[in-house]
């Protein structure tokens, strides 16, 4: 089993919509959660990260996360074709030499005008 | 204008062949990482470094060799000896070796494919 699991999709919603991305994961000691987007042949960018559980919320996008479930969820509303994009999920726990984080496989989200 | 750059943003070569991709920073960022990605596999770690002179395994090492001389530079030798070696290849950098909550910044990738 992957220590984080996520639905590598495609989701194809239209232009307007709540898009809900999710992610499990089964290490208990991850505190530091992250979601990055990433357009197709670019690196990716970090989008929010969140520190245990908790909400976090930046303009169209919100951060969830439910230590007790072991799942987080990024949600986009008023979702805009710009929007489109591969959305990974990562996290880590508290310090440790590497820091080493762990990304899920990525999720493929298509916004139709 | 601060970043990560990634240099070249293709690049082929023969089977059999050693290649060197460069990733460079001015983000003033102490540690570095490079991390390949597969498609359906996420990113999986190769090396990192947390301070000049020193670096380490990750989880997919074998095949791969790095330095790290300099603080804003971590090249990365793909080696004849990596079997799958056709891959995005992705550097990133963090601004401190230890916890706190600063992330992962990314540069944009190498995409290398061996014939």
């Known amino acids: 089993q992957k220590e984080v699991e996520q639905d590598p999709g495609p989701l194809s919603v239209p232009e307007g919509a709540i898009v809900s991305l999710n992610c499990t994961y089964s290490?208990?000691?991850?505190?530091?959660f992250m979601w990055y987007r990433q357009y197709s042949r670019k690196g990716p960018e970090l989008l929010m990260y969140t520190y245990s559980s908790g909400n976090k919320e930046d303009g169209r996008f919100t951060a969830q996360v439910d230590k007790s479930s072991k799942y987080i969820s990024l949600f986009i509303r008023d979702s805009q074709p710009s929007d489109s994009a591969t959305y990974l999920c990562a996290m880590r726990a508290y310090g440790g030499a590497t820091n080493k984080l762990i990304f899920g496989t990525g999720t493929l989200l298509a916004v139709q005008p | 204008d601060g970043g990560i750059t990634q240099s070249p943003k293709y690049l082929f070569r023969k089977e059999g062949q050693n290649v060197t991709l460069s990733c460079e920073q001015n983000?003033?960022?102490?540690?570095m990482y490079w991390y390949r990605q597969d498609p359906g596999q996420g990113l999986r770690l190769i090396y990192y470094s947390q301070i000049v002179n020193d670096f380490q395994k990750g989880d997919i090492a074998e095949g791969y060799s790095v330095s790290r001389e300099k603080k804003e530079s971590f090249p990365l030798t793909v080696t004849s000896a990596q079997k799958n070696p056709t891959a995005f290849y992705l550097c990133?950098?963090?601004?401190?070796?230890?916890?706190?909550?600063?992330?992962?910044?990314f540069g944009p990738g190498t995409r290398l494919t061996v014939t």
């Open positions: 290490n208990s000691a991850f505190q530091y």
């Open positions: 983000l003033n960022h102490d540690a």
């Open positions: 990133a950098s963090k601004k401190s070796r230890t916890g706190g909550l600063n992330e992962q910044y």
